[in-house]
């Protein structure tokens, strides 16, 4: 079964660059990599998503490997708000339907 | 404009009894979700609609939970002789199109005594 594999936490400190690693390698070809995060006592949001190629929006970017048995977020200069719980999903395809396999998420700690 | 809504946003209930939980998607979203998470934990997808069907409720922990989606809009989760282990907060999400960008709501804490 698809599932994806992250550390539990990491540290950053404020205003330099975070990579947030995930393992997926039973990925298979049609399953997109999703990243989403979880501030403190809210709901989680949307961060970017990819399959193939390398991802950019106003939040992030997105490095897949070229085998796609892992993939890279990466906070280019962090704040103290992006201090949440960042949590690397694949949508994977299991008998003909698809679903959301979530991983425990990495929480990540921004020192000032 | 309005996001996704939750009602309740607590609920606290007597083991055995039955609840429901509400979802209002963001107007125009064909596809809503629903998830579990429990404390500390990360989210367990639940069942996700696009319209009113759900194709795969492989999901739902047992056959006490079900959910339905009426007029392409609202959703209900229905746990029926709830059981200490379903407390948790339950989140839904919507998208404008199906596995597109979700939008999730506060969630309802459910608490089972």
């Known amino acids: 079964d698809a599932k994806t594999t992250q550390p539990n936490s990491m540290e950053s400190n404020e205003e330099e660059p975070v990579h947030l690693p995930c393992n997926h390698s039973t990925i298979s070809g049609t399953d997109y990599i999703h990243w989403y995060r979880q501030l403190p006592s809210q709901g989680p949001e949307y961060v970017i998503h990819g399959l193939t190629s390398n991802v950019n929006n106003r939040m992030a970017s997105l490095a897949i490997a070229e085998d796609r048995k892992s993939s890279t977020l990466i906070l280019h200069r962090a704040t103290l708000r992006d201090a949440a719980v960042y949590y690397c999903?694949?949508?994977?395809?299991?008998?003909?339907?698809?679903?959301?396999?979530w991983g425990a998420g990495t929480k990540l700690i921004i020192k000032p | 404009g309005a996001g996704v809504s939750q009602s309740p946003s607590n609920k606290v209930t007597e083991k055995g009894k039955d609840v429901e939980l509400r979802c209002d998607p963001i107007?125009?979203?064909?596809?809503l979700y629903w998830y579990r998470q429990s404390l500390g934990q990360g989210l367990e997808f639940l069942i996700y609609f696009q319209g009113n069907s759900a194709p795969d409720k492989s999901g739902l922990p047992s056959d006490r939970f079900s959910a339905e989606r009426t007029g392409g809009s609202v959703s209900t989760l229905t746990i029926q002789r709830t059981q200490q282990e379903d407390s948790a907060v339950y989140l839904c999400?919507?998208?404008?199109?199906?596995?597109?960008?979700?939008?999730f709501g506060p969630g309802t804490r459910l608490t089972v005594l």
């Open positions: 107007s125009g979203h064909t596809a």
């Open positions: 999903i694949l949508r994977a395809t299991m008998d003909s339907n698809y679903q959301l396999i």
């Open positions: 999400a919507s998208s404008p199109i199906l596995w597109g960008e979700q939008f």
